[in-house]
Structures are given as structure tokens and as C-alpha cells.
């Protein structure tokens, strides 16, 4: 690899190795030591096409989630079964995944701005804006972008757009399928809002175990079936169709709603940032 070769969007592909390789060292303890992430999928990583594939995921924090799914990714392509032991597999990273994200979250500060660089699709999200409701057309520029990273490699989205639990999945991600046509893959997360705090950057609490399902690819009729067909298919595939709420017991269900409502982060002592 050239020492400045860059990917589609401009971003020099040996710096990105090397975030990668820095921000993997300071987050696996993360998932392996001041918590537990148990797996479930790595064979269906190893599967995959090297371009084309589109993973669809529930979405409990802004940046916990997909820093963890780098890891485990990584970790499946160097042959781990099911787990992130032995941090060696950062040392030659997959650089051609990228994660959508909102473009006001991606520009806030430093931080975000380096794992921009390490992979984000930066959209303008057409329902929501600086902490209010808003209603706005779609760039094409954003759907474009999106295609060019599903042609370059993995793209990771989170159809929902919000990390509060059981909300309706937006369409323009059954749109983007029937564009793109890419291998669709559902991925569920638990135990990361329990762990983290919202953003994703601090340990909210200690001895919680995480867990990542990564399940066989969807099968889709790209030409013949709707939009709301898919979207339907997608809230099965990931957990989040309003009918799981039926055999979910109400007190649990008070329970996780509350836990979610409180969750924001709040400085204390018993708050342990990113690298500790």
C-alpha cells in the first residue's frame, strides 16, 4: 500500500490504519475487561464478499456500537471464532468499512472528527436537527456517498436514526437496497446502554455483559418486493418489529424504558472515560 494512497471520500488509507490501530488499543478493554462482549456470527464475517454488503443493526449508543462491530469484524476476518482475544488483529485492519452517521454529531470536536476520519458516511438526517424535529428533502449527495462506500467495501447504518429501543425504521434504508442491491446482513446488539453512557464514550457500569448477533444474510427480491416489505423484514431481522413488545413482561419493559430515560451521562467519580 502507498504510503498516501487514499480511498474514495480522500482519506489517506495508511493514517486511517494507523487510528484505527491507536483507537482498537484503547477501547478493548471496553468489550474485553471492564465488560464482556459475547459473539455470535464470526463464521458469517468470513462469508462475506470483500465489497457490497450493507449491515443492518439496532442502535443503543452513538459510537460504542460501531466501535465495537470494528472489532469484531476485524477480529472474525483474522480467524477468531467468536471473540476479540489477543488485540493482533488491529495490526492490519479492514479499511474499507464504513458506519453512517449524522453529520452534526461527526463535527462537534476533535474525537469525533477522528472517527469520522476512521470511517463515517456524514448525512444530514432529514427528521431531526440540532435537538429538534424538522422536515427536510433528502440529499442525494448523502445516498451517493453511500453507494460509493458499498462499492468500495462494508457499510454499517442503523435504520432507526436514534438509539432509544423499539422506534419505526426510517425508509430511506429499503430505498438504499432496492438502489444499491447489497448483501444485507442484521446484526442485534444488547447491554451497551447498560454499559455506556449515551454517546458511547464513557463506562457508565462495570461486569456487564454485552452481546452482538451477527446473522446470515437477509434473502431479498430486490426488484419485486416494497419498501414497506423490507422495512418490515428489517425490523424482524434486528429485533425491533413492535410485535417483540408483545411477549417482552411489563415490568421488564418499565424497567429498560426508565433505564433508558436516565441514562444520560452525568459526571462522577464512578465514570471511567475511553482509554482507562
Known amino acids: 500500500m502507498g504510503l498516501f494512497k487514499k480511498n474514495p471520500f480522500g482519506h489517506i488509507l495508511f493514517l486511517k490504519k494507523w487510528l484505527i490501530r491507536v483507537m482498537g488499543l484503547f477501547t478493548h478493554q471496553r468489550y474485553k475487561g471492564f465488560n464482556k462482549l459475547e459473539i455470535e456470527g464470526s463464521d458469517v464475517i468470513r462469508s462475506l464478499p470483500e465489497t457490497g454488503v450493507l449491515f443492518v443493526s439496532n442502535h443503543q449508543t452513538y459510537f460504542?456500537?460501531?466501535?465495537?462491530?470494528?472489532?469484531?469484524?476485524?477480529?472474525?476476518?483474522?480467524?477468531?471464532?467468536?471473540?476479540?482475544?489477543?488485540?493482533?488483529?488491529?495490526?492490519?485492519?479492514?479499511?474499507?468499512?464504513?458506519?453512517?452517521?449524522?453529520k452534526e454529531t461527526m463535527g462537534?470536536?476533535?474525537?469525533?472528527?477522528?472517527?469520522?476520519?476512521?470511517?463515517?458516511?456524514?448525512?444530514?438526517?432529514?427528521?431531526?436537527?440540532?435537538?429538534?424535529?424538522?422536515?427536510?428533502q433528502v440529499k442525494m449527495s448523502d445516498i451517493t456517498n453511500?453507494?460509493?462506500?458499498?462499492?468500495?467495501?462494508?457499510?454499517?447504518?442503523?435504520?432507526?436514526?436514534?438509539?432509544?429501543?423499539?422506534?419505526?425504521?426510517?425508509?430511506?434504508?429499503?430505498?438504499?437496497i432496492k438502489k444499491y442491491k447489497p448483501v444485507v446482513v442484521p446484526v442485534v446488539i444488547d447491554g451497551f446502554r447498560r454499559s455506556f453512557d449515551k454517546k458511547g464514550l464513557y463506562i457508565k457500569k462495570k461486569g456487564i455483559l454485552?452481546?452482538?448477533?451477527?446473522?446470515?444474510?437477509?434473502?431479498?427480491?430486490?426488484?419485486?418486493?416494497?419498501?414497506?416489505?423490507?422495512?418490515e423484514k428489517l425490523e424482524y431481522a434486528i429485533?425491533?418489529?413492535?410485535?417483540?413488545?408483545?411477549?417482552?413482561?411489563?415490568?421488564?419493559?418499565?424497567?429498560?424504558?426508565?433505564?433508558?430515560?436516565?441514562?444520560?451521562?452525568?459526571?462522577?467519580?464512578?465514570?471511567?472515560?475511553?482509554?482507562?
Open 64 to 102: 460504542a456500537d460501531v466501535v465495537a462491530m470494528f472489532h469484531v469484524f476485524n477480529a472474525s476476518l483474522s480467524g477468531r471464532e467468536d471473540s476479540i482475544k489477543n488485540i493482533g488483529y488491529l495490526w492490519n485492519p479492514k479499511l474499507n468499512i464504513y458506519y453512517v452517521a449524522a
Open 108 to 136: 462537534k470536536s476533535l474525537l469525533t472528527k477522528i472517527l469520522a476520519y476512521a470511517g463515517s458516511i456524514s448525512i444530514e438526517r432529514t427528521w431531526r436537527a440540532e435537538g429538534k424535529n424538522v422536515k427536510r
Open 146 to 176: 453511500i453507494g460509493t462506500a458499498l462499492k468500495d467495501g462494508w457499510v454499517i447504518t442503523f435504520p432507526q436514526g436514534t438509539t432509544t429501543p423499539w422506534k419505526p425504521l426510517r425508509k430511506g434504508t429499503a430505498h438504499i
Open 210 to 231: 454485552q452481546s452482538m448477533v451477527i446473522k446470515p444474510p437477509l434473502e431479498i427480491d430486490y426488484e419485486n418486493e416494497s419498501v414497506d416489505a423490507i422495512i
Open 239 to 276: 429485533e425491533q418489529h413492535p410485535s417483540f413488545l408483545k411477549v417482552i413482561p411489563m415490568e421488564e419493559l418499565k424497567a429498560y424504558e426508565a433505564d433508558h430515560k436516565n441514562r444520560r451521562w452525568r459526571p462522577n467519580k464512578a465514570k471511567t472515560p475511553v482509554g482507562e
